[in-house]
């Protein structure tokens, strides 16, 4: 199983970035997508998470300007981040829980990260 990660970049406070990751690979099903972000020399923090019912949570932080979708069929999640903030520099990583073919138990899997820089 694999995550692809694209869509990072630079942009100006105020803006809008989008961020997609796709799953691939022996993928039974998805129980859940998600994205984190981590700060040099900070712990890696939770963005958003969307799970297989649809529900998704943010962190404080985003609410209100980020969110995640998903497309099922293409085993895809997005981020659409708007009115962006210096403090959303990090580089966002894709996560997902994912049970493989054949597998009795789901398992977590990332992807490389995406460095989104956010200047003032």
């Known amino acids: 199983v694999q995550l692809q990660a694209c869509g990072g970049g630079l942009v100006q406070a105020g803006g809008f970035l989008r961020l997609s990751c796709a799953a691939s690979?022996?993928?039974?099903?998805?129980?859940?997508m998600g994205w984190f972000r981590q700060v040099s020399g900070k712990q890696r923090e939770l963005v958003a998470v969307i799970i297989s019912g649809g529900s998704s949570n943010y962190a404080d932080s985003v609410k209100g300007r980020f969110t995640i979708s998903r497309d099922s069929a293409k085993n895809t999640v997005y981020l659409h981040m708007n009115s962006l903030k210096p403090e959303d520099t990090a580089v966002y990583y894709c996560?997902?829980?994912?049970?493989?073919?054949?597998?009795?138990?789901?398992?977590?899997?990332w992807g490389l990260g995406t460095l989104v820089t956010v200047s003032s």
């Open positions: 690979g022996d993928i039974f099903s998805i129980n859940a």
């Open positions: 996560n997902a829980v994912i049970q493989r073919i054949g597998g009795r138990f789901s398992g977590t899997y």
